[in-house]
């Protein structure tokens, strides 16, 4: 059975901080995975690595997959109050049957003022 | 990304009855799928709606409980029959604009319909 297992769950920081995310996977036949932030109900998409080694950047965030190690970070620098949510990490396989996503559990992240 | 319009965006049910949730794109997309976030839960698959043909359920998920629709390539619905307070949940539409491989690694997902059930 696909699963995606991130940490920390929760992380409380201050504004300004860099923080970063992890994200494992046991995937088979991986495809892809995707970033993405929770605000409040709908996930907003993020990133998506298919590449080992090649980081993806978006202002202050940026992401980077380890094929080898089978897991992926998401970096966030100069943290402010509206980096706040819930950011899960989902990946995707190949083969037959469903083609959604499994999703982790998510990394809450606060930033305080 | 393709503009997803989901409704209702909360309701409050009675146990035993049946709501149906509605998902419109503002584009033809290949792929929609249905997803359910428990409480403190992540986002889990629930099927996969298919034009003109049968969805295709995961494991756990059965059609008499979350019959589908999707009679075109730019609307589904969710039904959650026969309500219980365990299906108190929020309900995700996605879809996958593009087409292939496209369409299928990147997921757009609507603003969700928090459901209670009472």
């Known amino acids: 059975e696909d699963k995606v297992v991130q940490s920390p769950l929760s992380l409380v920081v201050h504004e300004g901080d860099t923080v970063t995310l992890n994200c494992s996977y046991e995937?088979?036949?991986?495809?892809?995975l995707l970033w993405y932030k929770q605000e409040k109900k709908a996930p907003t998409f993020l990133f998506m690595l298919?590449?080992?080694?090649i980081e993806k950047k978006s202002g202050r965030l940026s992401s980077i997959l380890d094929k080898k190690e089978l897991s992926s970070i998401l970096n966030i620098t100069a943290t402010q109050t509206g980096d706040s949510a819930i950011y899960l990490c989902?990946?995707?396989?190949?083969?037959?049957?469903?083609?959604?996503?499994?999703f982790g559990k998510g990394t809450h992240l606060i930033i305080q003022p | 990304s393709a503009v997803i319009s989901q409704k209702p965006s909360r309701d409050i049910c009675q146990r035993g009855t049946s709501l149906t949730i509605q998902c419109q794109v503002d584009?033809?997309?290949?792929?929609m799928f249905w997803y359910r976030q428990q409480p403190g839960q992540s986002l889990t698959l629930i099927a996969t709606?298919?034009?003109?043909?049968?969805?295709?359920?995961e494991s756990g998920f059965v059609i008499d409980k979350f019959p589908i629709s999707r009679p075109n390539l730019t609307f589904s619905t969710l039904t959650v029959s026969n309500m219980s307070p365990e299906d108190s949940s929020i309900y995700l539409c996605?879809?996958?604009?593009?087409?292939?491989?496209?369409?299928?690694?990147?997921?757009?997902f609507g603003a969700g319909t928090r459901l209670s059930v009472l």
């Open positions: 584009s033809q997309v290949t792929m």
């Open positions: 989902a990946a995707r396989n190949s083969g037959g049957g469903a083609d959604g996503l499994t």
């Open positions: 995937v088979t036949n991986f495809r892809s």
């Open positions: 709606a298919n034009q003109g043909s049968e969805a295709t359920y």
């Open positions: 298919t590449s080992s080694g």
């Open positions: 996605s879809v996958g604009p593009g087409t292939g491989e496209v369409a299928k690694n990147i997921q757009y």
